[in-house]
């Protein structure tokens, strides 16, 4: 019987997570918190649960433009708090089925977990002296590190404190080298790798 209910209470949890977000009812990363508890209290898969939720926080994260799970491994972090995972889980998970619970302790889990993240990051930062020619590197990487077809937009996320003209320098560079093309025209234009032919 509870089988027959987990596709109907996914629908569900994805349309209120939906509906949050697009009319800003909550700041994003309550609802994102919310968002998870929710995923595992419904719990839809016999095994796997933990690693989709971590893989749903890293997208919904990301969609709301959270991007230290690019950076900083939340897989790790949580591995590294498991106790706490499991008893502020517990708490908040009690009364879930009758919409009674209570998701203080779930959230400030959630949220210092983030905040962790995000602190290990600048930790991280403040250690990279920056070179000359740096910049243009890290641009060359992460268009380079790309699977399939990107943007400018996609490029720029994945290098703060560059500008969008040394963005398109590095593009035209990287065509001249014929080592990307350009599918389109205009600024929202996608590219792709232009993958060596093996002998």
Known sequence: MIFLQT???????CHLYTYSIEQLKYPPLY????LILDFLCIHPFRDG???VSRLLTILALY????????????ERIIEQSKE?????????????HSGKHDLTSWLNYFLSTILSAYKELEE?????KPGRGA?????RQSIMNQVGEFTLSDILQTCPGVSREMVKLIFRKLAKEKKIICLGKGQSSKWKKILKKSK
């Open 7 to 13: 596709p109907k209470a996914i629908e569900q949890l």
């Open 84 to 96: 706490t995972y499991y008893e502020s889980l517990n708490k908040s998970s009690q009364n879930w």
């Open 63 to 74: 969609q709301n433009g959270y991007t230290v799970g690019k950076y900083i491994s939340l």
């Open 49 to 51: 649960n933990g690693r």
């Open 31 to 34: 609802a994102i918190a919310c």
């Open 124 to 128: 991280r930062a403040s250690h990279l």
């Open 135 to 139: 910049k243009t590197e890290i641009i």
